[in-house]
């Protein structure tokens, strides 16, 4: 069974940046996309990008557009959230998320990884 | 962007009730929507696909309804085990999620 497993909690520095994985573990990504989707304590989710790792094409929320980069190894079926300039609003559990992109994209999240804290305190 | 208003923010409801929760989308959006419940400490978990589609799994107990710019949840018969926070999302153009409605047992 096909889940996504998440590198382990950070605690960064203002102005530093963090490198979050998502490994989907017994699958590829071969015919998905993967999402990354944010959640500061006690708040709603929001959407920070994603990609489509088979065509190497990523979106940006506008919000995070220039401070977030997006990657993925097709050789390792690993996606990649690379977020810069952190500041203590940046504190949050990062979410990856998984759905289908085989021919047509089907955007609903149908698989999600465990999360994974990041703080960013001085 | 799309901004997702989702109402109310909170609610508290007794078991057996059925409960409501709204999604209203800045622009049409067709019926490219989708509902999700996140119990605490927990990943989201997809219910409802393309505003009324009910994923695999799902107790038909939940639904949803809508097209354009207005979309409803529902939840027929609440019980304890949906105690949780539901949020609506739309793919129209790229990814918006609302704000979240936060269910409780009175």
């Known amino acids: 069974q096909v889940q996504l497993v998440q590198s382990g909690a950070e605690v960064k520095k203002p102005g530093s940046s963090v490198k979050v994985s998502c490994k989907a573990s017994?699958?590829?990504?071969?015919?998905?996309?993967i999402s990354w989707v944010r959640q500061a304590p006690g708040q709603g989710l929001e959407w920070m990008g994603r990609?489509?790792?088979?065509?190497?094409?990523?979106n940006y929320a506008q919000k995070f557009q220039g401070r977030v980069t997006i990657t993925a190894d097709k050789s390792t079926s690993t996606a990649y959230m690379e977020l810069s300039s952190l500041r203590s609003e940046d504190t949050a559990v990062y979410y990856c998320?998984?759905?289908?992109?085989?021919?047509?994209?089907?955007?609903?999240?149908?698989?999600w990884g465990r999360g994974t804290l990041v703080t960013v305190s001085s | 962007d799309i901004q997702m208003t989702q109402s109310p923010s909170s609610l508290s409801a007794s078991v057996g009730d059925r409960v409501t929760i709204t999604c209203q989308a800045s622009?049409?959006?067709?019926?490219?929507l989708n509902w999700y419940q996140q119990k605490p400490g927990k990943a989201p978990k997809l219910l409802i696909y393309?505003?009324?589609n009910l994923e695999t799994g799902v107790p038909s107990r939940f639904s949803g309804s809508g097209s354009g710019t207005d979309f409803t949840f529902t939840i027929s018969s609440l019980q304890p085990e949906d105690i949780a926070t539901y949020y609506c999302?739309?793919?129209?153009?790229?990814?918006?999620f609302g704000g979240g409605t936060k269910v409780e047992i009175k």
């Open positions: 998320a998984r759905n289908w992109c085989g021919g047509d994209c089907y955007w609903y999240f149908d698989l």
């Open positions: 017994g699958g590829t990504f071969s015919s998905y996309a």
């Open positions: 990609i489509i790792p088979i065509l190497g094409i990523a």
């Open positions: 622009q049409d959006i067709s019926n490219y």
């Open positions: 393309d505003a009324s």
């Open positions: 999302q739309q793919y129209d153009n790229l990814v918006t």
